[in-house]
């Protein structure tokens, strides 16, 4: 968001002892490496997207189990007054940085970024254009994330922040224009647990004329300041502006923010898009040194978002801004058995796009694909394939594609996004989704990723007792042990008596005979299978066999990553080794005979 400074001190002080020790509970395994890998960042996700390990902008934003055992953080986010968006603490090693950006993102239009240091320095430094700052431990702080920006730790020691994205609040904002400028410190108040007031909104499918208005013209003005040359370029894109701005309000007084009226909003959007993308690349914003096509194509992608359309709308077969998916690879697997470390591998092949992790959001923004009173599982059949269901996936699925190299598909002009792509995606959930893929992509391959029971069962149980992997905080009916933990499966209701090893095991079993189930009906050429004890041991055999399958070219590459062991997910919690599982023998004694049948097909595949 932009600011009247470079950096505000905030007026509230917090315990930063405190802080930190709540942040040491954590091992290292439970940090998530920065999105686009950058050496020496990473995260613990405390508020996010459903409350997943995630690091989306949109959807309804949820703790984690992580933000549960952390009491003294929450009071200090009850403290700031305000609606609470992303929220994580954020880690730099010794000699990392955050090299020079600007956030142009729309997210960051209306966000605000707060700083609560807990771990620092005084040789770590944060920049803001021509200034610098160091912000010391138990302070608060924001800054103006329009201009460029960036962070550096030249300390020996790792530096930790509490960062809190907000919308912001009158109580805040009167702290920030100096209206509230009285020095208080919060201390931990121990029994106190505060509601926090969480983003929950998705927001319209068409952003209101108003809006757009708002935030286009703010961006004109921000070219005329620039002073670059460019003027008759710029009051012809006024006049652009203004007609586009028009038009859209013509249209929305016919359709409102309905899928009806998305076919003529697309029209208008793209149309005015091209003018958009004939300037040149040095025609920049004066307030950050952008160009200004970036910062106009980040608001033209916001201005539509299929994703947030109620189920009963139609979208007449419109398609915004969406590529063809082509034989589109899904990943099916139960959980915990190295799904993601072959996702992560072969999303490095050039030919493939994907949405950077898993696509929860992408289907469950939809209602009628999450748990309900008819379905009471993450199962999907066919039947919930409908024409508007498909195309809201979709949609939202194409809006966030990625590819190998980490960039964005909506981050390239017009001109150069691809009519159609090789679609690479891993959920474990959709492990239980097979004939509703099949509805939404007719042409769809399946990669079955299958691991030994006693392995996988006692990685399910590491991940249960972590508690790191909870999805369904309060499962209705559920009396277990544990918080409802990784996908959930028909039948989970009977297991409300057993023990934790038996209902993984189940967890286990169900998943994989539904996935041989589903896919034993379609021709041989539309699935494979892969052990993962074979991924591991003859990785360059198995990732050419996989690239073979799915069509796509096992190139430099690939065969640089073959060349070297595997490096483990993201999601793994203790260093990989074959024997792990004996630590849970005990548990696992009376459950494995139980999954010898299926563990013997599974093989038999191979």
């Given at each position: ?389 498909i195309d809201t996936v979709l949609n939202s699925l194409a809006a966030d594609l990625v590819n190998s190299d980490g960039l964005l598909l909506r981050d390239l002009s017009i001109a150069s996004r691809p009519a159609e ?7 474990p959930k959709n492990a239980l989704r097979i004939p509703f893929i099949l509805k939404a992509f007719p042409d769809a391959r399946f990669i079955f990723l299958y691991r030994d029971a006693r392995q996988n069962i006692s ?148």
């Amino acid at each position: 968001m932009r600011l009247p400074q470079r950096f505000i001190k905030l007026p509230l002080t917090f315990d930063h002892a405190r802080l930190a020790e709540e942040a040491r509970q954590f091992g290292e395994e439970q940090w998530r490496a920065h999105p686009q890998r950058f050496e020496g960042n990473s995260s613990l996700v405390l508020v996010s997207t459903n409350g997943e390990e995630n690091d989306d902008f949109s959807g309804p934003m949820m703790p984690t189990p992580k933000l549960a055992k952390m009491p003294y953080v929450r009071q200090v986010m009850a403290s700031f007054n305000t609606v609470i968006g992303r929220s994580r603490l954020m880690r730099l090693t010794p000699g990392a940085i955050v090299a020079h950006h600007t956030d142009s993102h729309y997210f960051w239009r209306n966000h605000l970024r707060i700083h609560v240091p807990i771990l620092t320095e005084p040789e770590v430094a944060f920049h803001c254009e021509n200034e610098k700052v160091h912000m010391a431990r138990g302070e608060s702080w924001t800054f103006n994330n329009w201009v460029e920006h960036a962070v550096e730790n030249r300390s020996d020691k790792t530096r930790i922040h509490l960062v809190i994205d907000t919308v912001g609040s009158s109580y805040i904002w009167r702290m920030i224009d100096g209206r509230d400028c009285e020095s208080r410190h919060i201390d931990f108040q121990p029994g106190e647990d505060p509601e926090l007031r969480l983003e929950s909104y998705q927001g319209l499918p068409v952003l209101p004329a108003s809006e757009i208005t708002a935030d286009l013209n703010e961006l004109v003005d921000d070219l005329e300041e620039n002073g670059n040359g460019a003027s008759d370029n710029i009051k012809h894109l006024r006049h652009q502006t203004t007609d586009f701005l028009k038009d859209w309000q013509s249209v929305w007084m016919v359709s409102g923010p309905t899928a009806g009226g998305f076919p003529e909003f697309k029209r208008l959007r793209d149309a005015y898009r091209k003018h958009i993308d004939a300037l040149p690349e040095t025609v920049l914003i004066a307030s950050n040194g952008r160009p200004a096509n970036e910062a106009f194509g980040y608001t033209l992608d916001a201005v539509l978002a299929p994703q947030n359309l109620v189920e009963t709308s139609s979208v007449g077969g419109a398609t915004p801004n969406r590529p063809r998916f082509d034989r589109p690879v899904f990943i099916v697997a139960a959980p915990r058995s190295g799904s993601t470390l072959l996702f992560e591998t072969l999303a490095l092949n050039r030919e493939l796009w994907s949405v950077g992790d898993e696509a929860h959001k992408h289907f469950e923004s939809v209602p009628s694909l999450r748990p309900n009173e008819n379905n009471q599982s993450n199962r999907l059949t066919a039947d919930l394939a409908t024409r508007d269901v498909i195309d809201t996936v979709l949609n939202s699925l194409a809006a966030d594609l990625v590819n190998s190299d980490g960039l964005l598909l909506r981050d390239l002009s017009i001109a150069s996004r691809p009519a159609e792509l090789r679609f690479l995606e891993k959920t474990p959930k959709n492990a239980l989704r097979i004939p509703f893929i099949l509805k939404a992509f007719p042409d769809a391959r399946f990669i079955f990723l299958y691991r030994d029971a006693r392995q996988n069962i006692s990685s399910l149980l590491d991940s249960w007792r972590s508690q790191q992997y909870v999805t369904y905080e309060r499962l209705p009916g559920w009396t277990g042990s544990h918080r409802w933990s990784h996908l959930l499966f028909p039948g989970w209701q009977d297991l409300t008596e057993s023990s934790l090893a038996e209902t993984v095991a189940q967890q286990w079993q169900v998943t994989n005979q539904t996935i041989l189930d589903d896919l034993q009906q379609l021709p041989d050429e539309r699935w494979c299978a892969i052990e993962y004890d074979a991924l591991i041991s003859d990785t360059m055999n198995s990732l050419r066999r996989l690239c073979e399958f799915s069509q796509i070219v096992f190139g430099p590459r690939m065969v640089e990553v073959a060349s070297q062991p595997l490096s483990p997910s993201k999601y793994t919690l203790t260093s990989p080794s074959p024997d792990k599982w004996k630590k849970n023998a005990a548990d696992l004694e009376p459950v494995i005979p139980g999954t010898e049948e299926l563990m013997a097909r599974l093989r038999s595949l191979g």
